[in-house]
C-alpha cells in the first residue's frame, strides 16, 4: 500500500524487512507499492538491490480522480479509494506483472487488494494477504480517539470497511496474520485459511560489526536520556498514548526524580503533542530523527504507552532488539509469541507505570532476550518457514 522503503514508520518497516529477507533467501521480487513523489536515486538503488523489477504507482491529484473517489465511497473505505487504478495504468500494471509470471500475488495491506484482486483474477494467479491488523477495529480505535476534521475522516474510512476485509480474506487463498491475537479472532469468525506470520527484526542491521570483528553492542555510545518513547507522533492512539503519558505520568516521574530526563521523538507531531511537550523542564520533543537505532541507545528505559489499537506493535520489537528495560501499556504485548512477553514491564495506571519506570532505572542487571531467542521468533528462520508452508499451500492448490 506504500512504498516500503525508507522504512520510517512501523507499516513500512514490517514489510520492508520482510522483503528484504525474502530476497537474501532467494525470492525473486516484483514491487508494486503507491507513492506520493518519485524516489531520490539513493532509495531507488537501495530498493533495486532487492526487487527484480520495481513498479511504483503515483497517486493522482486531479479534480477529476478526486471526484471519481467520491464516487469510489459508495462500496470501498478512504485509504483503498486512493488505490484503485483504471485505464491506461492499469494496462501497463498488468503487462507488467505478466512479463514477470510471478507464482504468486501477495497482497501486503489490504489497502492494496484491489490491484492484487484484480490482477489475480485476470492471470489466474493465487492471491495470499498479509493482515497487518483487524483494520475495521483499529479504525474504530482511531475514531474514537480522532478530533477535529480528522474524525470526519475516519467515519470514511470505516464506510464498507468490514465487509471489504472480510471479503478479500475470503477470497485470499491464504492470508498471514501479524497477530496470534488477531488470528484467532478470524478463526473464530469462521476464516480456515489464515496463518501467523509474525514481524520480522533484522539484527543484521541492529547489531553493527566494528572493522575488527567484534560486535557493536551499543555500550560506548552516550546514554542521553533516562526515558525514551519513539513512534508516529500523528496516529491517533499514539498521540493519545504520549498525551497520557506527558499528563499523567511524567509529573509523578519528576516527583520521585527531579533530575529525570524524558525524550519524546517521533514522525510529524500534531499539534496538539507539540504544544504539550514545550516549557516541561527535563522533557525534550525531538521531530523526524533520521536513525531509530541512535534513538533507543540514547536512552536507559523504553516505554511504549500506547493502550488501544490491534495487531502487533512495531515498536514492542525495536525495543527488543535494543536490549533496554520496556515498560509498556498491556497492548504493546498483544500479538506476540508468550516467550517475548516476558521481557516487558506492564502497567496501565500512571502510578504504577512510574513506579515501573523508576524500578528499571534502578536495575543493574535489567532482564533482556539475547540475540539468539530473538532470531528464532523473528528472524530469518521465520521467513524460511514461511516460505516453506507457502509453497506447500501453493502446490496443493
Excluded at 491506461?88 to 505478466?98: A, F, G
Excluded at 507464482?103 to 492494496?112: E, N
Excluded at 525524550?263 to 504539550?276: K, R
Excluded at 530469518?380 to 492448490?397: D, E, H, M, T
Amino acid at each position: 500500500m506504500d512504498i516500503p522503503y525508507p522504512p520510517v514508520h512501523g507499516g513500512r518497516v514490517d514489510i520492508w524487512r520482510r522483503l528484504k529477507m525474502l530476497s537474501e533467501l532467494g525470492t525473486e521480487i516484483q514491487l508494486i507499492c503507491w507513492s506520493a513523489e518519485t524516489p531520490d536515486a539513493d532509495s531507488l538503488d537501495v530498493i533495486n538491490r532487492y526487487v527484480k523489477d520495481f513498479y511504483p504507482i503515483f497517486y493522482r491529484r486531479s479534480v477529476g480522480a478526486y471526484v471519481r473517489r467520491v464516487l469510489d465511497l459508495l462500496s470501498y473505505p478512504l485509504e483503498v479509494t486512493s488505490r484503485i487504478v483504471r485505464g491506461e495504468e492499469w494496462t501497463r500494471i498488468l503487462e507488467s506483472v505478466r512479463r514477470f509470471q510471478p507464482d504468486v500475488i501477495f497482497c501486503d495491506h489490504i489497502h492494496s487488494g484491489v490491484v492484487a484482486s484484480r490482477l489475480s483474477d485476470t492471470l489466474d494467479i493465487p492471491m495470499v494477504v498479509r493482515s497487518h491488523n483487524i483494520e475495521h477495529l483499529q479504525y474504530r480505535y482511531y475514531f474514537q480517539c480522532a478530533l477535529g476534521h480528522q474524525k470526519f475522516l475516519r467515519f470514511l474510512s470505516l464506510i464498507n470497511l468490514e465487509k471489504y476485509e472480510k471479503s478479500l480474506l475470503h477470497k485470499s487463498l491464504a492470508f498471514y496474520d501479524i497477530s496470534k491475537d488477531d488470528l484467532q479472532f478470524w478463526q473464530q469468525q469462521g476464516f480456515d485459511n489464515g496463518y501467523f506470520l509474525p514481524p520480522l527484526i533484522d539484527l543484521k542491521s541492529e547489531h553493527h560489526q566494528n572493522a575488527d570483528g567484534s560486535s557493536d553492542d551499543g555500550v560506548n555510545e552516550e546514554i542521553t536520556y533516562d526515558v525514551v518513547f519513539l513512534g508516529n507522533l500523528h496516529s491517533e492512539n499514539n498521540v493519545a498514548g504520549v498525551i497520557w503519558f506527558v499528563e499523567e505520568v511524567f509529573p509523578i516521574l519528576k516527583e520521585r526524580s527531579p533530575d529525570i530526563k524524558v525524550l519524546i521523538s517521533g514522525a510529524n507531531p500534531v499539534p496538539n503533542i507539540q504544544e504539550i511537550c514545550q516549557n516541561k523542564p527535563g522533557l525534550e520533543l525531538k521531530i523526524n530523527p533520521p536513525s531509530a537505532r541512535k534513538i533507543y541507545r540514547s536512552g536507559r528505559v523504553l516505554i511504549d504507552p500506547v493502550a488501544t489499537g490491534c495487531g502487533v506493535s512495531t515498536k514492542s520489537l525495536g525495543m527488543l532488539a535494543s536490549g533496554k528495560p520496556i515498560v509498556s501499556q498491556p497492548k504493546g504485548l498483544s500479538g506476540l509469541p508468550e516467550e517475548a512477553k516476558q521481557y516487558f514491564r506492564v502497567a496501565s495506571d500512571p502510578e504504577s507505570y512510574a513506579n515501573e519506570i523508576i524500578n528499571c532505572l534502578a536495575e543493574e542487571k535489567p532482564n533482556i532476550p539475547d540475540r539468539a531467542l530473538l532470531e528464532s521468533m523473528f528472524g530469518y528462520p521465520v521467513v524460511q518457514n514461511f516460505l516453506f508452508q507457502l509453497n506447500s499451500i501453493l502446490a496443493n492448490n
